[in-house]
């Protein structure tokens, strides 16, 4: 088992990564000094594989769990979906001592944790994520929140669970398409942050797509420890937390403009960080060649590189851009590349040059 830890001074906590760990869920817990009962909340994918052994496992530590199953999608991510949970949590008596265990992909931790950040004002909860995207990004840093019409995740709250844990197991039963997603947010870390990382992923590129268990751990491992760093300087995105959004600008645009749904996370992303690196191209000077690296590696994985739209489609893009939580003053602001392994938040970015690029000039 590996251990990364996110260095947030009393809040501070451990993502721990391997195979096995689902069943020693409660074991894990038992030291948190967590209240006995506790929800755990989970999508009705998720539920079919895992929610017996969650809650044997919790049982067996003495605590009290209840089941809390959300319809599975990006749906389920919105306020309605929150009320729900709330009137459940009530209903089981969850007190202020009461913990949650958010058990699923990105979307279930984003709802289980921001409803653990509002229920009650706040009760502890932890991140057990079954999805490979949700194992490297989403459960790591203290994002939680719901998406409205208008665009994803605009509405939320930083709040830290009180433990990740990565079960390298959980990755077995994930469909193809879901587990090639989460290849976006590993091949986002090696542009921000590492080279060698990058460099790595295109040489051991049929040992990941193969699920390989060692090159798992180490990789996945290796994402947290960047995320965990970055989020340790910056906690609540002012500044350099910033760079993890490479590509997030016209990827999350690409999901609200097309429907949720229709595009998964990772794929969107893909799709976005090509952009962001031709983009970088034109406004930084990222050479040529690493465009051409970053492009290949999405391509090789399998995800989505370029998107075609229709003039409506490309308003409904930049009319739902527009509305992104990075932007300032009215102005879409991007991370963009210096070179594979370095980036520079803030970047503005004309539009036309933001169309040319969408259209493939």
Not at 35 to 55: E, P, Y
């Amino acid at each position: 088992m590996r251990i990364v830890n996110v260095p947030l001074g009393h809040r501070s906590y451990a993502i721990k990564v391997g195979g096995g760990l689902l069943s020693r869920l409660g074991a894990e817990c038992a030291p948190l000094k967590l209240g006995r009962r506790c929800a755990v909340i989970t999508d009705s994918n998720v539920s079919k594989h895992f929610s017996k052994a969650a809650l044997k496992s919790l049982s067996a530590s003495g605590f009290q769990p209840v089941l809390i199953t959300v319809p599975a999608g990006e749906k389920s991510k919105r306020i309605a979906m929150v009320e729900k949970c709330y009137d459940q949590l009530a209903a089981h008596r969850l007190e202020r001592k009461s913990f949650i265990v958010a058990l699923g992909g990105g979307v279930v931790g984003d709802l289980a944790g921001f409803v653990a950040a509002t229920y009650l004002r706040g009760i502890s909860f932890v991140q057990v994520p079954t999805t490979l995207l949700a194992q490297v990004d989403s459960s790591v840093g203290g994002k939680t929140g719901v998406n409205l019409r208008a665009g994803k995740n605009l509405v939320g709250a930083f709040y830290q669970p009180q433990l990740v844990l990565c079960d390298l197991d959980a990755l077995k039963t994930l469909p193809k398409r879901e587990y090639i997603s989460g290849l976006a947010e590993i091949i986002k870390y090696g542009i921000i942050c590492d080279a060698i990382l990058f460099a790595q992923l295109e040489r051991n590129l049929p040992k990941l797509l193969q699920r390989d268990t060692a090159t798992l751990a180490a990789v996945i491992a290796r994402c947290c420890e960047i995320k965990a760093d970055v989020v340790g300087q910056d906690e609540t995105e002012n500044g350099l937390r910033a760079i993890l959004n490479f590509g997030h600008t016209i990827g999350h645009a690409i999901e609200n403009s097309s429907g949720y749904g229709k595009f998964l996370h990772g794929e969107a992303i893909a799709i976005g960080q090509v952009a962001a690196a031709k983009l970088s191209h034109e406004i930084l000077g990222l050479s040529s060649h690493d465009v051409a690296r970053i492009e290949k590696l999405f391509a090789q994985v399998g995800l989505p590189v370029k998107i075609k739209l229709s003039v409506a489609q490309r308003e409904k893009l930049f009319a739902a851009m527009k509305l992104d939580k990075k932007v300032s003053d009215g102005e879409i602001k991007f991370v963009l590349a210096k070179k594979i392994g370095k980036v520079e938040f803030g970047c503005k970015v004309p539009v036309e040059t933001i169309e040319r690029v969408l259209n493939g000039g």
